[in-house]
């Protein structure tokens, strides 16, 4: 937006604009070469276009980070964790054939146009509500959040100012340098900002994602520090612009803490564990798996890794716990059923935790990889006939398309 503007002011105007566009073509041209070698297609920039534009854009949507396949299929999920791959088998899944990444980065857009288009109203208000989450004093993480880490870095620590103080001073500066020697700068500043906002609104908002819009916010209070003495502007500036001024930067700062989020802890907690697991920290890690799931969540997935944790701890009996808490939490989870054979050696431990999920007993038991493991823990425990129903089941159970494994 910067150069477009420079490029409009230049004389002779056309020379300028065509400078412009062919510095923009350039990049992407080399961009869209090196997608050929990698990938052997011809790919413009990426494609997590279409799944980026239906997080932002589906029933339910809160304007945030959260994979649509997260609460239909937790095996799912927690076997790809990938976004482009994850999209494309899921994509592949629901339109009944094997789709590439383009297409079905295609069918993600298709998905999220309809809905606009069917539901214009929910559309509405889910694009309000990630303005307001654009200029909200919460950084709303993608990854680890941004509160979390800090209260653990003190090189976050010791900085104080956020988001909530740098937007009113922003717009306290801009309203006060709305005078006519520098209306266009401001107009500039402005244009900027909007052009970022604009470009995130239609996806979904994250901290990293409305980085630039801070970045142009810290400008303008920045720029202000640079001298000691009142500017001309301020000077100039009405009784009646200043209070008009004040009180649009006290309402901004008022609609920037509404809170619109709540932050999950628990998956601070348990990406912390994986890192610390990584590190080869296990009690460390054990540690963390444990305060994730003191902050509230039943996850399966997350019980299994503590489980695998205390296992590689020596702690056999936590871990048949934990297994156990986590079947009874996602019977759904193929990994939880499988686990107990490897946590403890006897039979009859097993038994304890095949016992909770017989088949039947819940509707999302009844996946194929899923009866598969019940099967298989029946059968160490002895009960033949249950486990032949159980993978009799598993071969009569829906398999997925070729080209797509969940």
Known sequence: MAAGWCAWGAKPRWRAVGAL???????????????FAAAGRWIPLATSRGINLYIGNHEGATGTYDEPWSKQSAQFAARYTELEEAS??????????????????????????DFVRRHPREAMGQSLRK??????AAEIPNHLDFEFIRERAPALWSMPIGFAIVLPLAAVRLGLGLARDRRRGVALLVLITAAAAASVLPFFVTE??????????????????????????????????????????????????????????SRDWWMLAQGYAARGDLRSAAASYEAAVRE?????????????????????ERAESALRHAV???????????????????PRRVGRGAALVEPGRDA?????????AIGALLADRGQRAAA?????????????????RS
């Not at 566009?21 to 997608?35: F, I, K, R, S, W």
């Not at 509230?296 to 503590?306: A, M, R, T, V």
């Not at 032949?388 to 797509?404: L, Y």
Request: proline share 6%.
């Open 21 to 35: 566009a062919a510095g923009a073509v350039l990049p992407l041209a080399l961009v869209v070469a090196l997608n």
């Open 88 to 113: 494309t088998r899921w994509a592949s899944q629901r339109s009944g054939r094997a789709l590439t990444p383009e297409q079905a980065s295609d069918y993600w857009t298709a998905q999220a146009v």
């Open 131 to 136: 303005t307001l989450l654009l200029f909200n």
């Open 208 to 265: 990293r994602y409305r980085a630039s819009c801070c970045r142009r916010c810290s400008c303008s209070p920045a720029s202000a520090s640079r001298r000691w003495r009142p500017s001309p502007t301020c000077a100039q500036a009405t009784p009646a612009r200043v209070a008009a001024v004040l009180m649009t930067a006290l309402v901004l700062a008022g609609v920037s803490l509404i809170p619109l989020t709540e932050p999950v802890r």
């Open 296 to 316: 509230g969540s039943d996850d399966g997935e997350l019980l299994n890794n503590l489980a695998l944790t205390y296992r590689a701890l020596g702690n056999r």
């Open 328 to 346: 009874t939490a996602n019977p759904g989870l193929a990994y939880a059923h499988k686990n107990p054979r490897h946590a403890a050696h006897r």
């Open 364 to 372: 999302r038991a009844r996946r194929r990889q899923t009866l598969g």
């Open 388 to 404: 032949q129903r159980a993978f009799s089941r598993a071969r009569a159970s829906p398999r997925t398309i070729r080209g797509s």
